[in-house]
């Protein structure tokens, strides 16, 4: 499984999103995009919490962990680190298998809005060497 910034943390970030939004404006232009979208799609916060991959493994609910590559860069306003560390902890502890790349200085999106940078070309590549080494 290749994960770019995901939304590992639906609640966690929603959350975020409000206190950044609870301490007022200048911030950034993501709380107004992720707090109706969370609304919209999740409905309630606990509704939040069950689909949150880390609250399911912390459960102990039993899934596949397939081998994962997970990229995002360190100054990724979107997706907090703490969401990142506390799925990558989970989903070691039950077994599973996390390869992780962080980009120095790179924020969310930066393989897709920054295509054919030094982090965008790397992210690529290593995307591509994990799915070689997945079929092999």
Avoid at 12 to 38: I, T
Avoid at 59 to 73: D, F
Wanted: net charge neutral; hydrophobic share 40%; glycine share 8%.
């Amino acid at each position: 499984m290749i994960m770019t910034s995901p939304v590992i943390d639906p609640l966690g970030r929603y959350r975020y999103a409000k206190d950044l939004k609870a301490k007022g404006q200048p911030y950034p232009s993501l709380v107004d995009e992720v707090l109706p979208c969370h609304d919209a799609y999740w409905k309630t916060e606990a509704a939040m919490d069950e689909g949150a991959p880390a609250s399911a493994l912390e459960r102990g609910e039993k899934m596949q962990l397939p081998p994962v590559l997970y990229l995002q860069g360190t100054e990724d306003a979107a997706h907090p680190r703490p969401h990142l560390d506390r799925f990558v902890a989970a989903y070691r502890k039950a077994g599973g298998v996390v390869d992780l790349e962080l980009f120095n200085g790179e924020g969310q999106g930066f393989i897709m809005r920054k295509v054919g940078s030094p982090a965008s070309n790397r992210a690529l590549d290593l995307i591509g060497e994990f799915t070689h080494k997945q079929l092999r």
